[in-house]
């Protein structure tokens, strides 16, 4: 028996194993890369459930005290109370609350009268919101989202998925 056999056999187990661990660094890779995308999104949800709760009480309170409020006096009094309506749902230290993303999304889609990509529009967003930078995962979770509550249409073309604004005929219907 030659040693040249036993040379190959060994030069393609240290090829194989070098494949292997460049594969197994990319997974690891792209799993890190998943991972912080998730942590994003957590963090997101979180502030969503944060808003919701902080706006629930509000509101709450602001309907009771509307179906309390006897008729005639509506006048003033009604100016009155929307403006406190109005600051009682205002973010901390009376700023604004921040728009839904769906709400801005739906804005955007709006203005383009073709189909587009979610892409186009997480670049819109961010260029138009500098505050808000949402992962392109959340740019399209929330578009698959106005797609189920009709809000929204999805177009497919091969692998290439655009979206538009459904907007209601003139009877009302989208």
Same mark, same amino acid.
């Given at each position: ?41 957590? +963090? ?7 808003? *919701?709760?902080?706006?629930? =009480?509000?509101? @709450?309170? #602001? $309907? %009771? !005290? /509307?179906? +309390? ?7 003033? *009094?009604?100016?009155?109370? =929307?403006?406190? @309506?109005? #600051? $009682? %749902? !205002? /973010? ?17 889609? @709006? ?64």
């Amino acid at each position: 028996m030659t040693r040249h056999p036993a040379s190959t056999l060994r030069s393609r187990y240290v090829e194989q194993a070098a494949s292997d661990l460049e594969k197994n660094h990319r997974r690891q890779q792209e799993l890190a890369e998943e991972l912080r995308v998730l942590k994003q999104e957590e +963090a997101l949800l979180g502030e969503i459930l944060s808003l *919701a709760e902080r706006y629930e =009480a509000p509101a @709450g309170r #602001a $309907a %009771k !005290a /509307g179906a +309390a409020r006897d008729e005639a006096a509506q006048g003033d *009094a009604a100016k009155g109370d =929307a403006a406190k @309506g109005d #600051a $009682a %749902k !205002a /973010g901390p230290h009376g700023a604004p609350p921040r728009p839904l993303l769906g709400d801005l999304l739906e804005e955007l889609l @709006g203005r383009h009268h073709e189909p587009c990509p979610a892409k186009e529009l997480r670049d819109e967003l961010m260029a138009e919101h500098p505050g808000r930078n949402p992962t392109p995962q959340v740019v399209r979770n929330t578009l698959e989202s106005l797609v189920a509550k009709g809000r929204v249409r999805r177009h497919k073309e091969q692998r290439s998925v655009r979206y538009t604004l459904v907007r209601p005929g003139p009877d009302g219907t989208g």
